[in-house]
T-cell receptor, first 112, second 110 residues
């Protein structure tokens, strides 16, 4: 089955700097790669997703890149702000309506 | 507004008791999922359903069961609660894209 590895497990950045979180997956049949943000005590919420027919997707300060050949994808957050502090999860699945396999999460701290 | 809800939000039970966690969505989504979240493990899939009368096992299904008698609900039952099932449980639903998560149930098994 699918296995998703996520690095780093913790990340501290200064406010205004960029943050990068990387994930690798094992199943070449995976085609959908969402990223979720989870604040303390809250539910995971989708912040951006990418499908296998696209190499990069941007939404304001957030971007995701996908390399299907190498089976890895990354989340890039630019101009980080204190409210970006949270745990971020990557995930992979065959399509948007099939079960997600999650990475173990990255705790991002943005220091003001 | 359409939403996904879970109840109870917090539950304390004893080893060996049967527990049922409720999940209700008003989006009319066919796909529903149950995950558990534990420190160091992220979110792991317990059971899922693609529609009424359909249920499937996930990665960590032992000791859990689900039933889907209508589109809106996917209750999760712990047949005989064990301390290893102390966790935060999230249900989610989707149509063709994004999975929307419920607020979670924190379950403690003593």
């Amino acid at each position: 089955g699918e296995n998703v590895e996520q690095h780093p497990s913790t990340l501290s950045v200064q406010e205004g700097d960029s943050a990068v979180i990387k994930c690798t997956y094992s199943d070449s049949a995976s085609n959908y790669f969402p990223w979720y943000k989870q604040e303390l005590g809250k539910r995971p919420q989708l912040i951006i997703d990418i499908r296998s027919n696209v190499g990069e997707k941007k939404d304001q300060r957030i971007a995701v890149t996908l390399n299907k050949t190498a089976k890895h994808f990354s989340l890039h957050i630019t101009e980080t702000q204190p409210e970006d502090s949270a745990v971020y999860f990557c995930a992979a699945s065959k399509s948007g309506n099939t079960p997600l396999v999650f990475g173990k999460g990255t705790r991002l701290s943005v220091i003001a | 507004d359409a939403e996904i809800t879970q109840s109870p939000r917090h539950k304390i039970t004893e080893t060996g008791r049967q527990v049922t966690l409720a999940c209700h969505q008003t989006w009319n989504h066919n796909n529903m999922f149950w995950y558990r979240q534990d420190l160091g493990h992220g979110l792991r899939l317990i059971h899922y359903s693609y529609g009424v009368q359909d249920t499937n096992k996930g990665e960590v299904s032992d000791g859990y069961s689900v039933s889907r008698s209508n589109t809106e609900d996917l209750p999760l039952t712990l047949e005989s609660a064990a301390s290893s099932q102390t966790s935060v449980y999230f249900c989610a639903s989707s149509d063709v894209g994004e999975q929307f998560f419920g607020p979670g149930t924190r379950l403690t098994v003593l």
